[in-house]
Nanobody, 111 residues
Framework: QVRLVESGGGLVQAGGSLRLSCLAS????????VGWYRQAPGKLRELVAA???????MYADSVKGRFTISRDNAKNTVYLQMNSLKFEDTAVYYC?????WGQGTQVTVSS
C-alpha cells in the first residue's frame, strides 16, 4: 500500500510562486509514474503534470512553461514548482501514484 501526503499549498497573489510536495510511503514509489492533478470547484479533476520513474515529464498545455515537476526517489518525494500563478490555477491539487491518491492541498491564487 502507498500513502501520499501533499503539502505546500496556500494563498498567493497572481504572478507568485508555490512549491508543492508529495511525500510517499511504500517501496513501490521509485518505480512508478507520479502525477499531479487538480480539481477546481464545479470542474472535473484534470492532470496537470506527470513524471515517469525514468524522469520523463509531461504537462498540460495550460501550465507548460510555468510549472515544473521533479522527483527525488531517495526521499520518496515528488515536487511541483508553480511559477507565474494565475487565478485559474486555483484548485485542490492531488498527488497520484498507481491506485492511490493523496488528500489534496488547496492552492488559492488571488487576482
Amino acid at each position: 500500500q502507498v500513502r501520499l501526503v501533499e503539502s505546500g499549498g496556500g494563498l498567493v497573489q497572481a504572478g507568485g510562486s508555490l512549491r508543492l510536495s508529495c511525500l510517499a510511503s511504500g517501496s513501490m514509489f521509485s518505480i512508478n509514474a507520479v502525477g499531479w492533478y487538480r480539481q477546481a470547484p464545479g470542474k472535473l479533476r484534470e492532470l496537470v503534470a506527470a513524471t515517469t520513474s525514468g524522469g520523463s515529464t509531461m504537462y498540460a498545455d495550460s501550465v507548460k512553461g510555468r510549472f515544473t515537476i521533479s522527483r527525488d526517489n531517495a526521499k520518496n518525494t515528488v515536487y511541483l514548482q508553480m511559477n507565474s500563478l494565475k487565478f485559474e490555477d486555483t484548485a485542490v491539487y492531488y498527488c497520484h501514484v498507481g491506485f492511490y491518491w493523496g488528500q489534496g492541498t488547496q492552492v488559492t491564487v488571488s487576482s
